[in-house]
C-alpha cells in the first residue's frame, strides 16, 4: 500500500488552482494527470531575458522584455490560414509586429488593446523590413512580474497550454512536495554533492544546479534496478523444479547444419540453469539470423524430456503461425506433439487443444497471449519462452509465472540487438546469453543506398527481379498519408505505394500493414509465404520473425525515417535461402550529415550488436529505452548520458542495499520503499513479504 506522504503527490492535476476540464486534456496529453507527473516535468531549457527601455537597445535573436503599446489589429487576408499581427510600438516609435498563428491569436486582442502598454517577453526575430516577436511567451500589464525573473524555464507543450500557465502549475505542484527520507547512500550523496530530493526538484526547475538534475535521474535508475533485483530475488525465493532432461529427444533431430558455438553455449548455460530449483529468468539475446528458434526449441525438449510441458508465447499471430510451423519440421523427428493455440482458435478445436494440454498430450504449446488465458490450465509446464521479449513488460511477465503447479522456468527471446550499456536497465533481473556469431555459410546482404529521385529505376528493378521468379519486399514508414503535417507530408504511404505497384504488376502485389483486420493480414501474409504473391507491400509490420526463403530483394523507402536496428531488422527479412540477397535503402533527396552517416553504417556493416551501439551514440537511447517495453513508460527523467554515467553505479548500489537488507526494513530499506512507489515501480514493493 502506498505511504500517506505520497497522497498529496498523487491527487489530480484538477486539484491545483486554474485546471478544470478544459485544461485537464492537454496535460493529459502531455502525461500530465497528477501533481507528481507535473513536478516532474522538468524544463527542456532554459531562456536568459533581458529588459530594455526601447527595441534600438536588443539584437535580432535575443530574448527581451519590453514595454510596448498595441496601435493597431492587423488580422490575416484569408482568416485561417494567414498571421495575426498586433503592431505596436516602444517608448520612442520603434514598430514591433507580435505575430500568432491558429488558435493562438484567439486570445491575442483582448491581452494586447490597442493604446494600451503591455509589458512582453518573447524572441526579437525580423520579418522582411519589420521586427517582429513570434507568439510572445508572455504579456502582462505590470513589469514587475517579469523583471525580477531573468532566467525563465522552457517546457514541453501540448495545444492548449501556455509557459506561463505550466510554470504556474509546476510553482503549485513543487509546493505540495512532502520532505521525504533519503534513499541514496549517504556516502554517495557526498562524493557527487547531490542535494536531498526536494531541494534537487525545485533547483531543477529554477535551473540553478545542474547536479541536481544528476540526483533525480539517479533516483529513477536506483529505482529501477532495485524494482527489478527484487523480481530477480523473489524468482530464486520461490520454488520451482528442477529439469534434467536424458538427451533422449535431441538425440532425434536431424538438422541441416552444424549449430555454432554461441548456440551451443547458449544451450548449455539454459540447460545448467533449467537443473536448478529456482526458476530460470535468463534473456536470448541474437542478432538477425543468429539461430533463436533451435535454442528455444532445444531448451523446450529438455522440459519435455523431464516429463514437462513448454510453452511459446509470440507477439502476434503471424509470428506464433510461424514458430509453428517452423518447430513442427525441426521437431518431427522426435515425436514431441506441438500444437498452435491463438485468439481464432473456436468451438471443437479449441476444446480439443484444451484437453491435450490438461492430459499432457500436447507436449508444446505455441501461440499469442490467448495460452495464457484463465480457461487454459497445463498438466505440468515447466518452461515458458517468450519471444521478442521487448513487447512484453516486467508486469505481464510476472503474471505468466502463476501458469505452473510450481513456478515455470523462463527464457525470453529478443531479435533487436541491445547495447550492454542498455542491457542492464531493461533486463536488470535476468541472465543474459548472447547469440553474437551467424551460422555458416550464411550469405552477407548486398546493401545498396539510392536517391528517391531514382524511383522509377528502382521500379523498373523491381520488376526485372519480378520476372525471374524472385519475390520482394516494399517497406514504407506509413501507412496513410497524414493531413494537416508538415513532417508526415512528404512520407511515402504503404497505401499509395500499393495502388502505383499494383498498377504496374497487377495481382503479384499484396499489402500488409497494422491496421488491416487480423484475418486479412494474415490472408496476404499467407499468400506471399506460399508464393501465391511475388511483392508484398509493408510497413514495419513485417520488421521480425516473417521468413520467405524466395524473397530476395527488400526496397526500404525513406530510409532515412528509420532506426539503424530497425534498417538492420527490415534487411534481415531477406537472404533467408541459398540465393544472393539485396536490401536497397531509398533516401530522400535532402539528408543531414548524420542522415548520411547512418545509412552508411548500414550499407557496411552486417553486424546488429555493432549497428545498435552506433544508433545509440548517433540518436539517443529514446527508442531502446523503456519504449521497447510494452506498456512501460520509457525513463522520464534520465537521459542516455546520464544512463550510462549513472546506471551502473545504480545498479550496485541497489545490489548493495539487498544484499544487507534484502526485506526493505531497515531505515534506508524504508526509504527506499517510498522511492519504488513514487516512481511507480510498486510491483518491486508487492514482491517483499508484507510488502
Known sequence: MR??????????????????????????????????????????????????????????????????????????????????????????????ALTYFGRASYGAKKQLPVGERRWVAGKLERYGDMLQIVHPEHVEEDSSAHLGRMVEPVYALSEGLTQPKL??????????????????????????????????????????????????????????????????????????????????????????????????RSITEIEGDLAQEAPMLRLLQGDVGAGKTVVALAAMLIAVEAGKQAALLAPTELLARQHFETLRAMAAPTGAEIALLTGRAKGREREGLLMGLMDGSIDILVGTHAIFQDSVAYRDLGLIVIDEQ????????????????????????????????????????????????????????????????????????????????????????????????????????????????????????????????PEVKDANMERFASGGAKLLVATTVIEVGVDVPNATLMVIEQAERFGLAQLHQLRGRVGRGSGKSRCVLLRGDELSETGRKRLAFVKDSQDGFELAEKDLELRGGGELLGTRQSGEAAFRLADLDQVQRLLPVAHSDARLLMDRDGGLTSDRGEAARTMLYLFERDWGVQLLRGG
Open 3 to 96: 505511504p500517506e506522504i505520497l497522497n498529496p503527490l498523487f491527487a489530480e492535476s484538477e486539484s491545483l488552482d486554474g485546471v478544470g476540464p478544459k485544461l485537464a486534456k492537454p496535460l493529459e496529453k502531455l502525461g500530465l494527470a497528477r501533481i507528481r507527473d507535473i513536478a516532474y516535468h522538468l524544463p527542456e531549457r532554459f531562456v536568459t531575458r533581458r529588459a530594455i527601455a526601447d527595441l534600438d537597445e536588443a539584437g535580432e535573436g535575443e530574448q527581451i522584455i519590453v514595454a510596448l503599446t498595441p496601435t493597431e489589429h492587423r488580422a490575416a487576408r484569408n482568416p485561417g490560414r494567414g498571421p495575426f499581427r498586433v503592431l505596436a510600438q516602444d517608448a520612442v516609435g520603434n514598430i514591433c
Open 390 to 517: 521487448h513487447r512484453f513488460g516486467v508486469q505481464q511477465r510476472l503474471s505468466l509465472a502463476s501458469k505452473g503447479r510450481r513456478a515455470p522456468h523462463t527464457l525470453a527471446m529478443t531479435a533487436t540487438p541491445i547495447p550492454r550499456s542498455l542491457t542492464l536497465a531493461q533486463y536488470g533481473e535476468m541472465d543474459v546469453s548472447r547469440l553474437d556469431e551467424l551460422p555458416p555459410g550464411r550469405q552477407a546482404i548486398e546493401t545498396l543506398v539510392f536517391p528517391q529521385s531514382r524511383l522509377e529505376e528502382m521500379v523498373a528493378a523491381v520488376g526485372r527481379h519480378l520476372a525471374g521468379g524472385q519475390q520482394a519486399f516494399w517497406v514504407c514508414p506509413m501507412v496513410r498519408e497524414a493531413s494537416g503535417s508538415y513532417e508526415a507530408a512528404d512520407l511515402a504511404a504503404a497505401e499509395a505505394r500499393y495502388a502505383a505497384l499494383r498498377e504496374a504488376f497487377g495481382e503479384d502485389v499484396v499489402l500488409v500493414h497494422g491496421q488491416q483486420a
Open 167 to 264: 510554470a504556474s502549475l509546476a510553482k503549485q505542484s513543487l509546493a505540495r512536495l512532502p520532505e521525504l527520507a533519503e534513499w541514496i547512500e549517504p556516502g554517495q550523496l557526498e562524493r557527487e554533492g547531490w542535494p536531498g530530493w526536494r531541494d534537487a526538484l525545485h533547483l531543477a526547475h529554477k535551473g540553478e544546479n545542474e547536479s541536481a538534475r544528476d540526483r533525480l535521474a539517479y533516483d529513477e535508475l536506483l529505482a529501477n534496478s532495485l524494482a527489478l533485483l527484487l523480481v530477480r530475488a523473489e524468482g530464486r525465493r520461490r520454488r520451482g523444479q528442477a529439469l534434467f532432461g536424458d538427451g533422449s529427444l535431441r538425440a532425434k533431430l536431424e538438422l541441416p547444419f552444424e549449430l555454432t558455438g554461441a548456440q551451443k
